[in-house]
């Protein structure tokens, strides 16, 4: 079956302008996360969502960035008045269980943004 | 501080020679490490999977080792190809926790 979809792949923007990203994660999967990759750097942890349970949004860095599952599938990475230094490749992952950390998540390609 | 530490950062190797790359972590309760394999421009994926009691698991030329006592695992990789030039990261999960803690990776490249 078909795997994480992430779009676009790629995405350039001015500063202060807002953009959204999207994730397609694996059918069936309850799980979904978002991370960021910053070059040289580890993956950073930004949402998690389960279920119908409240979202985990400790990862989040600042009020400029939001997200969004609906329906228990598609998800979307909001991030206001974008700046430079949220240049980074924006990864989505999903999980098929319902807990703890023994699965496997499955990562989509990312989106690589860049703001000018 | 990270808890989940990598060494060496990059390295470059010749096709068809070994290497071995390092992962320490002070996770702790430890449940399961990963080690995934990152391609330019790809997400991670998952090469192999192990939890406290295992002590090596191969996944073809792909060799991961894990010592819970020490904290410590290392992944070797056997007679290298030009498609094993890639990021590879050490993932650690805590028991009771659905998140993760990542390394920066080891970024091998295999030169012919």
């Known amino acids: 079956g078909a795997g994480v979809s992430q779009s676009p792949s790629n995405k350039v923007t001015e500063k202060g302008k807002d953009v959204e990203l999207r994730c397609d994660p694996i059918?069936?999967?309850?799980?979904l996360y978002w991370y960021r990759q910053s070059l040289g750097q580890g993956l950073e942890f930004l949402i998690y969502?389960?279920?119908?349970?409240?979202?985990?949004k400790s990862g989040l860095p600042s009020d400029r960035f939001s997200a969004e599952r609906t329906g228990g599938s598609v998800s979307t990475l909001t991030i206001q008045r974008t700046q430079q230094e949220d240049s980074a490749v924006y990864l989505c992952?999903?999980?098929?269980?319902?807990?703890?950390?023994?699965?496997?998540?499955?990562f989509g390609p990312g989106t690589r943004l860049t703001v000018l | 501080k990270n808890q989940v530490e990598q060494s060496p950062q990059s390295l470059i190797i010749l096709e068809g020679k070994n290497c071995t790359l390092q992962?320490?972590?002070?996770?702790?309760?430890?449940?399961?490490l990963r080690w995934y394999k990152q391609d330019t421009g790809r997400g991670p994926v998952s090469l192999t999977i192990m939890t406290f009691s295992e002590n090596t698991k191969s996944n073809g030329r792909y060799t991961a080792t894990l010592d819970a006592d020490t904290k410590q695992s290392s992944l070797h990789i056997t007679a290298s190809q030009l498609s094993d030039s890639a990021s590879y990261i050490c993932?650690?999960?805590?028991?009771?926790?659905?998140?993760?803690?990542f390394g920066k990776g080891n970024q091998v490249v295999v030169i012919p």
């Open positions: 992962c320490n972590y002070t996770v702790s309760p430890f449940s399961n």
């Open positions: 059918s069936g999967h309850t799980a």
């Open positions: 993932v650690v999960s805590g028991r009771g926790n659905n998140r993760l803690a």
């Open positions: 969502f389960q279920g119908n349970s409240a979202p985990d």
């Open positions: 992952a999903s999980r098929g269980t319902s807990g703890g950390g023994a699965d496997t998540q499955y």
